[in-house]
């Protein structure tokens, strides 16, 4: 639990300097609480909630990414970062894992990519 916490601290300080990179990789064991481990670190970051997307289901379809890349392309009001959590990103199908290389080769905006 140490670790994590050192973790999310270094995490949190790249945030507050305005140097965070535009995806993370959260990996380890099954069942050790990578994504809540994310949430907690998205809970003292500012981002735009309303755009906020969990990926959860498994397989990952090239329409779920599809869908988040439209999310992804619209202007946000507050300027603010938009955020995904992509859980179980090892378990894309091939045509999603290649839309989302796209995605994330090029991302726009102020955004973050969390994948587990």
Same mark, same amino acid.
Not at 1 to 10: A, D, P, S, V, W
């Given at each position: 639990?140490?670790?994590?916490?050192?973790?999310?601290?270094?995490l949190s #300080?790249? =945030?507050e300097a305005n140097n965070l990179p535009h995806a993370l990789?959260?990996?380890g064991p099954e069942r050790i609480?990578? #994504?809540? =481990?994310?949430l907690k670190f998205l809970d003292g970051l500012k981002y735009e909630k309303s755009n906020f997307t969990l990926l959860a289901e498994s397989p990952i379809t090239i329409k779920q990414?599809?869908?988040?890349?439209r999310k992804f392309s619209l202007t946000s009001f507050e300027n603010l970062r938009k955020v995904a959590i992509i859980?179980?990103?090892d378990r894309m199908l091939p045509e999603a894992a290649n839309a989302f290389l796209k995605l994330l080769e090029e991302p726009r905006g102020d955004a973050l990519f969390i994948l587990i």
């Open positions: 639990m140490q670790t994590m916490e050192r973790n999310l601290k270094m #300080k790249l =945030a990789l959260f990996t609480g990578k #994504k809540n =481990a994310a990414i599809r869908d988040l890349k859980e179980n990103a």
